[in-house]
């Protein structure tokens, strides 16, 4: 049976270590991201193996979903770009065919030089090679898993994984919702973005597919968040495929989509930070510590918690899908 | 038959997977420094960063008893600042490619004859002009 | 009856967390208001981070007791996470207490457009809360958080302004710091594999010179070294603190760069101790005398003012390497080093500052060209100039009693018998030259003859913050005392 499960991890992380290899040695940008994301899921696998469910949904949902859309848009981005600037107009059709060495370079990156090879290839052989020594010396610690194991009674909830999150190192999952948050506000930054004008359905697949995924999403994201305090799920997860549907729907957009109003979407993004500053500033008045709370009150605290910040971060990943802030911010 | 437990005891998990992470972020480092398109060098970055993400987890499940939750709470942090900074990297990759026309990354010191712009000057405003079109928006008839 | 100190002090820390977070969150959400939030926020957070430097002292006495660590949400290490306050702390706090309100007040002026505005405070806000938590942290884990929320905002505030120079200094300045926040984490992690926790104090305890502690060492110095762009990694300072703008510039070369270079002291002080042998001292000082030397190559040749800025930042911070191996002779060395991070950081960000003044009045800042708004704008140069001597290190300004220090714990390893403590000197000593010759030439325009040109009108808080910066810089040679007294207040360094 173990023989059986070592071959098992064996084919995983070969192929794991394939993919990635593959990724990272092709030419064509687009096979490069298709690549990625199979890795993504692969990973996902690889961390249902070693028992850690909550990150194989985080990684699917995130890693691989959320990444794989925000690369792939990217990939359209650049290309239209190099298109327009190719044709020296913008709103123009694709170029002819007689010129698309623009659009190549675009999407493609050369081979690279035969001169990086032998430095980069003793470099990378080096650290991996000190990395794993010092990894195979190492001890078999169980690491804090007793000391979680002894506070979940007075954790508020009954999954570790959002004891700890939200209770235990709460700081860090804090910090965590404000960095989606940065990465936002520099995103943002860098301007505005169009209107989002409906698209011409292709046929009747596509609106049927998304009037059914959209609820189901809904519904999954609902019930992920919910789980959370019990199993493997959480805000992050959920946020995660409430996000992915928000995606959907813009890339789908059956009808023009409305600019987003400037002062909710404001409120929407920092919901999760600011709810979570207060719970923590309102720990620290009453005595239980910055980030702190009753052990009576963790429970419904946690959830409402989790709640916002499901929210702020489906908004936020739907905004950084989008990339440009929406015109209703500068008013 | 001894011979192949003791095998599989060696190769248990715990030892496994940290290898195979720091194979990743070996080979993720070596793609980083050889390849010159930004969004390859940042699925590099994504794929050194998985490499730590898997020496976590597979440290995690050393030992006895059930994985470790704080190591695994790490992890879920991880992936979601990984997954924040690349949506960003990504976004400066759309603009630096509008505003000069690549995607790689120049080599060298800054340009010392480029011309500054300068957002403390009055003549200077923000136009906030569209940053990002929508990718198909062109072929919208 | 008043209560003791030492009662009030977790509470005021975790509440200085608190409060430039909810500056942070409040002018997230409400960027309409931002600036108004983020003036009030600056002087709000900058008069706690004053009550708890006071605080502090007074309730510090001894070496031994003056770590002060705060249970976030009431869980001690293990299991939670630990603030951690003592005087190495303490002193950069206030330091980014000092030159945080002074950027603040100059942005006032400096970024006047509504939309831009919009963009830059909150961002700035982010930073320098990010900044105030690295200071307070006591976890590794929770260190590679307050890292990147530094890098984001700090990047984000670099490319904010959208021109090309910009984004591309900032998409390099963005891959450097996601590669040196994985070669920090890679290293927590095996930190964290080794020892089963992730606090500071308790990391210390436990390590030892093993292998995971050499490599966790490697990969960790690496990553901030990148992130600090000490020399060799130094690629992309100076295309990202050039064309930032001047008030984001300042706060990069001030306070962020001395954000990695304190992380290293701590490290290095607490859980890589066991490590830190002779020949590695030397290999850390020779990297310092190349930064040294490069670095003012580089700010002796560049034909921009903010090039020049950006530059000497790399060759300042090889002042700071060459000090690692005199910590290694003279355990006292260390505060000396810190005390010269500090003067470096008020007298940079000034010369950021002033900087950002001329090339708003010229429109441009090459040098060549420069010489007009220099004749017709002597507060400014004057700022330039006192700032300037600063890291020069002429007698009486904060810059001469750090580097006297460093010399003489310099004098003091060759008398000690080190033959390689002679480089180590002259380097020091050298140093301080290439640093005059370079700010020589930064002020050097405005003696020449030739006509005044005022250029384009300034608001008063972008011609009198940096006079005011530069001033304090020079003036902090009299706070050389109590810096040194604060950083005793640390336990565990030697």
């Not at chain 3, 939670?80 to 003592?86: A, E, P, Q, S, V």
């Not at chain 3, 700035?124 to 958080?145: E, K, R, T, V």
């Not at chain 3, 510039?249 to 042998?277: C, E, I, K, Q």
């Not at chain 3, 290999?283 to 530059?311: D, P």
């Amino acid at each position: 049976m173990s023989l059986l499960l070592v071959i098992f991890d064996l084919v995983l992380l070969a192929g794991i270590i394939g993919v990635a290899w593959r990724c990272l040695a092709s030419t064509d940008l687009f096979r490069a991201v298709v690549l990625f994301i199979t890795f993504g899921l692969l990973l996902a696998l690889a961390w249902v193996r070693l028992e850690a469910p909550d990150i194989a949904l985080a990684e699917a949902a995130i890693g691989a979903g959320i990444t794989g859309a925000l690369l792939l848009v990217t990939l359209e981005r650049l290309r239209s770009i190099m298109a327009e600037r190719h044709s020296g107009r913008p709103h123009t059709p694709p170029p002819d065919p007689s010129g698309p060495h623009a659009l190549l370079r675009a999407l493609h990156d050369p081979p690279p030089e035969r001169h990086s090879f032998f430095p980069a290839l003793i470099f990378a052989l080096v650290v991996g090679s000190l990395l794993v020594t010092a990894l195979w010396h190492q001890p078999q610690s169980t690491g804090l898993e007793p000391v979680v194991d002894a506070h979940m009674d007075v954790s508020g909830v009954d999954h570790p994984i959002t004891a700890v999150l939200l209770n235990f190192r709460a700081y860090d999952t804090f910090l965590e919702l404000a960095i989606v948050l940065i990465a936002l506000l520099g995103a943002w930054s860098l301007g505005r973005h169009d209107l989002i004008p409906a698209r011409p359905a292709p046929g009747p697949i596509l609106p049927g597919t998304l009037r059914l995924l959209v609820p189901v999403a809904i519904v999954t994201g609902v019930y992920v968040l919910w789980a959370g305090s019990h199993a493997p799920g959480g805000a992050f997860q959920a946020g995660a495929i409430l996000g992915a549907a928000g995606i959907l729907l813009v890339l789908a957009r059956p009808r023009q989509l409305p600019m987003a109003p400037g002062i909710p979407l404001r409120l929407g993004i920092t919901a999760g930070v600011a709810l979570f500053l207060l719970v923590g500033l309102y720990g620290l008045g009453a005595g239980h510590g910055f980030l702190g709370y009753a052990d009576a009150w963790a429970y419904p605290l946690i959830i409402l918690i989790e709640v916002a910040a499901t929210l702020s971060i489906a908004l936020t990943l739907v905004a950084l899908f989008v990339a440009g802030r929406p015109a209703g911010d500068d008013a | 038959m001894n011979g192949l437990a003791e095998l599989a005891h060696t190769l248990a998990p715990g030892l496994l997977y940290p290898t195979g992470g720091a194979i990743l972020f070996a080979m993720g480092l070596y793609g980083l420094i050889r390849r010159h398109h930004l969004v390859l060098r940042i699925l590099a970055l994504n794929i050194m960063g998985s490499g730590v993400f898997m020496v976590l987890l597979g440290v995690a499940a050393r030992g006895e008893g059930p994985p470790d939750p704080v190591a695994q709470a790490l992890t879920l942090t991880g992936i979601v600042v990984a997954v924040s900074a690349t949506a960003f990297a990504l976004a400066l990759v759309v603009h630096l490619t509008r505003l000069t026309g690549h995607a790689v990354m120049l080599p060298g010191p800054p340009d010392d004859d480029a011309p500054v712009e300068d957002i403390s000057r009055e003549e200077h405003h923000a136009d906030g002009g569209p940053a990002a079109p929508h990718p198909d928006q062109d072929r919208n008839p | 009856m008043i209560e003791a100190p030492e009662t009030w002090l977790p509470t005021a820390i975790a509440g200085l967390v608190g409060l430039s977070l909810a500056v942070a969150v409040v002018a997230t959400a409400w960027p309409r208001q931002a600036h108004r939030i983020g003036l009030f926020g600056a002087l709000a957070v900058f008069a706690w981070v004053l009550g708890l430097s006071a605080l502090f002292v007074a309730a510090g006495p001894e070496a031994e007791a003056a770590a002060t660590r705060v249970a976030l949400g009431g869980w001690e290490a293990p299991l939670g996470l630990m603030l951690h306050l003592d005087g190495l702390s303490m002193t950069l706090l206030v330091l980014t207490a000092i030159v945080a309100l002074a950027t603040s007040l100059y942005s006032l002026g400096y970024i006047h457009d509504r939309i831009e505005r919009r963009q830059f405070w909150p961002l700035w806000l982010w930073l320098w809360a990010g900044l105030n938590m690295l200071f307070l942290s006591g976890d590794a884990f929770n260190l590679y958080i307050t890292l990147e929320v530094v890098s984001l905002s700090a990047v984000a505030l670099v490319a904010f302004t959208g021109t090309a120079a910009a984004v591309s200094g900032a998409v390099r300045y963005l891959l450097i710091n996601i590669l040196g926040s994985l070669s920090f984490l890679m290293g927590v992690v095996l930190l964290f594999g080794e020892h089963g926790v992730l606090d500071l104090v308790l990391l210390e305890a436990r390590s030892e010179a093993g292998p995971t502690e050499r490599m966790a060492a490697v990969l960790m110095t690496a990553g901030l070294m990148l992130k600090a762009a000490l020399f060799p990694l130094h690629v992309w300072l100076a295309p990202a603190h050039g064309s930032a703008p001047a008030p984001v510039s300042a706060v990069l070369s001030g306070l962020v760069v001395t954000g990695s270079f304190y992380l290293l002291l701590r490290l290095w002080m607490g859980v890589f101790a066991p490590l830190a042998t002779p020949a590695f001292g030397i290999l850390i000082g020779l990297l310092g005398v190349a930064a040294l030397i490069w670095g003012s190559a580089q700010a002796l040749r560049a034909g921009r003012l903010k090039s020049i800025v950006a530059y000497s930042t790399v060759a300042q911070f090889g002042y700071l390497l060459v000090a690692f191996p005199l910590m290694l002779v003279d355990p006292d060395a260390w505060r000396v080093v810190v005390f010269f991070a500090v003067v470096h950081a008020l007298a940079k960000a000034s010369v950021f500052l002033a900087a950002g003044t001329l090339q708003h009045a010229a429109g441009h800042d090459r040098l060549a060209e420069l010489g007009g708004v220099l004749r017709a704008r002597p507060r400014t140069v004057f700022a330039l100039g006192l700032a300037g001597v600063s890291l020069m290190g002429l007698p009486f300004t904060g810059g001469f009693i750090a580097k006297y220090l460093l010399l003489e714990a310099g004098l003091g390893t060759i008398l000690a018998g080190s033959v390689i403590g002679v480089l180590w000197v002259v380097a020091i000593a050298g140093g301080g030259l290439l640093a005059a010759a370079y700010v020589l030439r930064m002020v050097a325009p405005a003696f020449h003859r030739g006509p005044e040109r005022a250029g384009e009108a300034v608001s008063p808080w972008m011609d009198w913050v940096p006079l005011g910066l530069a001033t304090v810089a020079a003036l902090a040679g009299f706070a050389g005392t109590l810096t040194l007294h604060t950083l005793t207040l640390t336990p565990g360094a030697p």
